[in-house]
């Protein structure tokens, strides 16, 4: 019973994005969302170990093992649900996993590091709480996701920052 109300819950959220989306809004959104990628967060990690002291290194290193953690997490869910996109995509080519939608990687991945950096920055909560808002909602937006994909994925990354940032 659950179960259908959150999947009805989820196609509602998506046909209200689908009938509301506006183009400039779409690429701001695209710009957003490439926030919370792969392209985007490991060679940032890299750079940060390359620099090699203070609190960016640390980040940096606690994210990158975090990140492998994550995502074995993300490939066995992806692969135990099969749970196909809003909107299904063709250049997942290379990562099959990556066709199916449970759990938002972007989602893991940006709440993952809110807890990371949180514990060497506590003072930046406000900027790195509405970024990674600003990525779960753009995974909405775009109809990548379903909202049970980006807050389970927001629950998972929590839980795995969680325990990395103990771990410092």
Request: some cysteine; hydrophobic content about 55%.
């Amino acid at each position: 019973m659950v179960a259908r109300g959150i999947m009805a819950l989820d196609e509602a959220t998506s046909k209200m994005f689908a009938r509301h989306g506006q183009a400039w809004l779409t690429r701001v959104m695209l710009g957003v969302t490439a926030l919370g990628s792969g392209a985007v967060c490991i060679p940032t990690y890299i750079f940060c170990l390359w620099l090699g002291y203070g609190p960016a290194y640390r980040i940096a290193a606690t994210a990158l093992i975090a990140e492998a953690i994550l995502l074995l997490l993300v490939v066995v869910l992806r692969y135990v649900t099969c749970r196909e996109r809003p909107v299904p995509s063709t250049w997942h080519q290379w990562a099959p996993w990556n066709r199916y939608s449970f759990p938002s990687h972007h989602a893991a991945r940006s709440w993952l590091l809110v807890l990371i950096i949180l514990h060497f920055y506590p003072g930046a909560q406000a900027v790195v709480l509405a970024l990674a808002s600003l990525i779960c909602f753009s995974r909405l937006y775009l109809q990548k996701h379903y909202l049970s994909d980006v807050v389970a994925g927001a629950a998972l990354g929590m839980c795995v920052g969680l325990i990395a940032s103990r771990a410092i």
